[in-house]
């Protein structure tokens, strides 16, 4: 018998796995671009101990392996600005990112009371585009260059209300 992935949210006894996972999964990015200095492969686990205690961030397990991350936080203007989204290479492409990133839209909704999220990923990361569509993400402005081989396309999309629905008769 199979085990399921749960979603929970990460401690601080998770950041080197996270950071290894996240090592990992950030290699082909790195190879698209042809730049190994990004940073989810610079970050320090003291950053990312940081970003832990600032932020909210949720962790996929497999049983006791962390499988994926997505870190989030919202901004005093109501927006969630959401970063780091990864799932382990053998798991990709089974729904598990669209999982992790509508529990921390729930969590950054519900906890922050975000009014709109937004993410970014690289202007040749077409997986990643059309995943990002696919869950509602709509380019906003112009794709930003950081360097000669890599531009950024911002992404953003409305919270959905969790209001109940109130019928009048």
Do not use: W
Not at 121 to 130: D, F, M, Q, Y
Request: hydrophobic share 40%; glycine share 8%.
């Amino acid at each position: 018998m199979g085990m399921s992935v749960t979603i929970s949210a990460a401690d601080d006894n998770d950041a080197e796995k996270i950071l290894k996972l996240q090592y990992l999964c950030y290699q082909g990015e790195a190879e698209l671009y042809g730049d190994y200095t990004i940073e989810p492969l610079t970050q320090t686990l003291d950053d990312l101990r940081a970003e832990l205690a600032q932020s909210v961030v949720l962790v996929a397990r497999l049983g006791e392996e962390v499988v994926g991350s997505v870190r989030g936080a919202v901004d005093m203007d109501g927006t969630a600005r959401i970063g780091k989204l990864i799932v382990h290479p053998r798991l990709q492409r089974h729904g598990l990112g669209g999982r992790l990133l509508a529990a921390l839209e729930g969590r950054l909704a519900d906890e922050a009371e975000a009014k709109r999220y937004r993410l970014f990923t690289g202007h040749r990361s077409e997986v990643n585009l059309r995943m990002y569509r696919k869950l509602g993400y709509e380019q906003v402005g112009a794709a930003e260059p950081v360097t000669r081989r890599l531009s950024l396309v911002h992404m953003e999309k409305a919270a959905q209300s969790n209001a109940p629905y109130a019928a009048s008769a």
